[in-house]
């Protein structure tokens, strides 16, 4: 069974919306960091956003006042709002926890991932 099952993703034109969502599995998801990054044809992870364990966020500088991630305990779910998207967010987006629930931009900090999803933003 995955833990961590993003859903979403799609094709979009620029300046358009999506919201994804990483649905988690297990008990402690509340005392969780969650983090959402993003990969190009196999380059190397890129961070995008995180929400620690007590809320608070931050954002990657590319996306900083156009995403949004928040979070809800209840649904063992994080979500990232989209916004005005462009063909340069064209990636892969993957979430994935981190059980020290500090949040961190730096891929070794996160525990497990999920199998991620595809967004395609053209102009």
């Known amino acids: 069974q995955a833990h961590l099952v993003e859903s979403g993703g799609g094709s979009v034109q620029a300046g358009d919306s999506l919201r994804l969502s990483c649905a988690a599995s297990?008990?402690?998801?509340?005392?969780?960091?969650m983090g959402w990054f993003r990969q190009v044809e196999e380059k190397e992870f890129e961070f995008v956003a995180a929400?620690?364990?007590?809320?608070?966020?931050f954002y990657a500088d590319s996306v900083k006042g156009r995403f949004t991630v928040s979070r809800d305990n209840a649904k063992k779910t994080v979500y990232l709002q989209m916004n005005n998207l462009n063909p340069e967010d064209t990636a892969v987006y993957y979430c994935?926890?981190?059980?020290?629930?500090?949040?961190?931009?730096?891929?070794?900090?996160?525990?497990?991932w999920g199998q991620g999803t595809q967004v395609t933003v053209s102009s």
């Open positions: 994935a926890d981190d059980w020290a629930g500090l949040g961190s931009m730096r891929v070794d900090a996160y525990n497990y």
């Open positions: 297990g008990r402690s998801f509340s005392t969780y960091a």
């Open positions: 929400i620690r364990r007590g809320g608070s966020t």
